[in-house]
Each structure stands twice: as C-alpha cells, then as structure tokens.
C-alpha cells in the first residue's frame, strides 16, 4: 500500500478542551473496563481482601465476559481485549485445579503472561495490532486533529502501519520473555523467591517495553504531529485566502 499526502481538515471547534478530553476517555475506556478494572479487581481480591485464587479469577472475569458476550450481540463480532482478559482468567482457573503444588501456581502466572504475549504478537500482523490501542491516546493526547490523522495513517501508510506493528511485536516479545524467565524461576528457585521475584520481572518486563517501544512510538508521534501541523497550516491559508475574496465585496 502506497503512502498518500494527509488532507486532514480539523472541524471547528474541534481541538477545544471538552473535546479533546471527551476523545481521550473515548480512547482510554476500553483498556480501563478491559484490562485495567479485571487486573486491579483480582488483585484487590486476591491480594488486598485474601479472596481465594479460583473465586478472584471468577470475579474478575465478569467485566470482560460481559463486554466479550455485548460485542458478539450487537456488532457480532468478538471485542479482542475483553475476550484476551477473559482467556487469561479462565486459563488461571483451570490451572489452579492441576495441582496444590505451589511451583504449579506460580508457574500459572507464566502461563497468562504467554497467552497476553502471544494474543498481541498475532494481533501485530492482523489488521489492529492489540497495542495500538493504548498507545494511539498517548500520541494523540485526546486532540480531535491528531485523531483524524492518527487513522488516516493508520490507514493509508505503509510505514507508519509497520512502526504500528513493531511496537506491538515489541510488546508482545517482551511478555514472552517475561513468560520463560517466570516458568523457569518456578522451577528452579525456592518458591519463597519466586514469590517477590515474579512481581519484579513483571515490571521489568513492563519497563523494557516501554524504552524498546520508544523505536517505534517516537516516529509514530513525529508523523502524527507533522500531518497535524500541516492541516493546521492548509486550512489556516484556505480561511486567509476566503477572506481575502470577501474584501472586495465588502468595499
């Protein structure tokens, strides 16, 4: 697919603070009732209130099969972050009923950081790489303009498609390694380790993809902002150029 010039003409009005902040809940709420509330429920349960592992999982799984079962009503079709979360719980839970060996249990956690992995690996040669979705509010900070120029691109750019790609490849990789280094401290380190180490790969592995996404994100914000800048620009000359055709009629 060939790159196009963008002719992106932000409404007016459109970049006001009310609506710039309106987009940015519109971009944000589905990682929010898809990752962020299934995640911070189960941990709250699990960890805050001492709710068991199997009754915390379930719990945590309503918001998602709720959003998966709405989507296959209303636009039948499947919401991919919602049924990702809902794969992930229902995997713990299985897990959970293998074995009481602790090594078993923390292993589980290995085994949901994979399925994220792997969901968002696939997703980066489809057609909506899983990642984008949290990273497209972070570069368009809710502007209308930059919206409309984030899907322009992402539809017509070849290149800013592959860094799209990447970022998420990057991702996708990072919670695979995440994945080996769990599985193989399960096993080989004292559970007692394991137990804080776990959460510390965790954010390591969060951290590495957020400096590694840097490769892919900062030319995806630069393309956005330039597109951005020369519609500005484009329509402030078309309002200069309409006024001026105005003048003699006023005089």
């Not at 009732?33 to 592992?53: N, Q, R």
């Not at 949290?134 to 209308?144: R, S, V, Y």
């Not at 070849?158 to 096993?187: D, K, M, N, P, Y």
């Amino acid at each position: 697919m060939s790159e196009s010039p963008t002719k992106v003409t932000p409404q007016a009005g459109a970049t006001s603070d009310g609506a710039a902040g309106n987009e940015l809940v519109n971009n944000l709420m589905p990682l929010v009732l898809d990752i962020a509330i299934p995640l911070g429920s189960y941990y709250a349960l699990h960890d805050g209130f001492g709710v068991g592992l199997v009754l915390s999982l379930a719990l945590s799984s309503v918001v998602p099969a709720a959003r998966t079962v709405f989507s296959l009503i209303r636009d039948r079709r499947v919401n991919g972050l919602a049924a990702l979360m809902l794969a992930v719980n229902v995997i713990g839970i299985a897990l959970s009923f293998v074995t009481g060996n602790p090594r078993i249990m923390l292993a589980k956690d290995s085994g949901v950081s994979s399925v994220i992995g792997i969901a968002i690996l696939v997703s980066a040669f489809g057609s909506k790489p899983l990642m984008s979705a949290g990273l497209k509010p972070m570069i368009t900070k809710g502007q209308a303009a930059k919206v409309a120029v984030w899907d322009h691109l992402a539809a017509t750019s070849t290149r800013f498609q592959r860094l799209e790609r990447l970022f998420s490849v990057i991702w996708g990789g990072s919670l695979l390694v995440e994945c080996v280094a769990r599985l193989i401290g399960a096993f080989t380190l004292p559970v007692s380790t394991m137990v804080w180490l776990g959460t510390v790969l965790t954010i390591v592995a969060i951290g590495a993809a957020i400096v590694i996404g840097q490769v892919a994100a900062d030319p995806m914000e630069k393309m956005v902002e330039s597109e951005a800048d020369a519609a500005s620009k484009r329509q402030e000359r078309e309002k200069a150029g309409a006024d001026n055709t105005r003048l003699p009629e006023a005089a």
